[in-house]
């Protein structure tokens, strides 16, 4: 079996370390996984997109942004606009509500005309019911039970692996070494304690996710929640 899997956002998120995690936990559990990613030249607040394909035997296609995908963690509006059409029947979307401020033109977040303006105060409003959907605050937990911002990403990508089901959260912290660059070891327990946090919110809200009985592509079923 093969996933498609995305995560979005802008630089500065952690975006980067988030997918390179995802695969690497992938690797510990003996499944195969090709990554790719896609970012601009600005290290803060430029576009930055990483889809991750994890399968438990050779990987069938490499990884392209703009196929069909089985689930997303998107971190900005835009990427939510971004991602929502191309996620399969089935299949999940969690998304970060601690942020407001993106553009609600459809044509700024997708192929060539992709923009990051953040002008537009918008409210994300999921438009499928057969898709699952879990909405997360993930930079205001981050910022209050954490006091750092910079853990967001790994907050929502542990809510994202407890429902998913894609690799254990336990993967996950045993391969942050491989994930981060030697000078960042130092992170590693504020690391695990961003995935547990996330981990636990899941957990605890899981009765907020919309259409839980459509996902069929990944985690368990939901269907009673």
């Known amino acids: 079996m093969q996933r498609e899997l995305v995560i979005s956002g802008v ?8 997918s ?3 695969g690497h936990s992938a690797l510990a559990e003996g499944k195969r996984s090709m990554y790719f990613s896609m970012f601009q030249g600005a290290q803060r607040g430029g576009i930055c997109e990483c889809l991750v394909v994890v399968a438990d035997g050779r990987v069938e296609a490499s990884p392209v942004i703009m196929q069909p995908l089985d689930g997303c963690l998107a ?15 089935g299949g999940l979307m969690v998304y970060n509500t ?6 609600s033109d459809t044509k700024m977040t997708s ?22 959907y879990l909405p997360i605050p993930a930079t205001d937990l981050a910022i209050e039970e954490l006091g750092n911002s910079l ?19 336990e993967s996950a912290k045993k391969s942050l070494g491989e994930a981060l660059p030697a000078h960042r070891h130092h992170l590693i327990p504020i ?16 009765g907020n996710m919309q259409n839980p009985g459509s996902l069929t592509l990944l985690g368990r079923s939901l269907a009673a929640v």
């Open 151 to 169: 853990q967001a990403t790994l907050v929502a990508f542990g809510a994202f692996l407890e429902v998913s089901r894609v690799v254990s959260v």
């Open 75 to 89: 971190m900005h509006p835009n990427s939510f606009l971004r991602f929502e059409p191309l996620i399969d029947p």
């Open 191 to 206: 690391n695990e304690r961003a995935l547990d946090l996330g981990t636990q919110w899941a957990q605890t809200n899981i």
């Open 98 to 103: 601690s942020i407001k401020y993106g553009t």
């Open 20 to 22: 390179q995690l995802l």
């Open 11 to 18: 630089g500065g998120q952690g975006i980067l370390v988030g």
């Open 111 to 132: 192929g060539e005309g992709l923009g990051m303006k953040i002008d537009t105060q918008i409210t994300l409003a999921p438009n499928r019911t057969d898709i699952a």
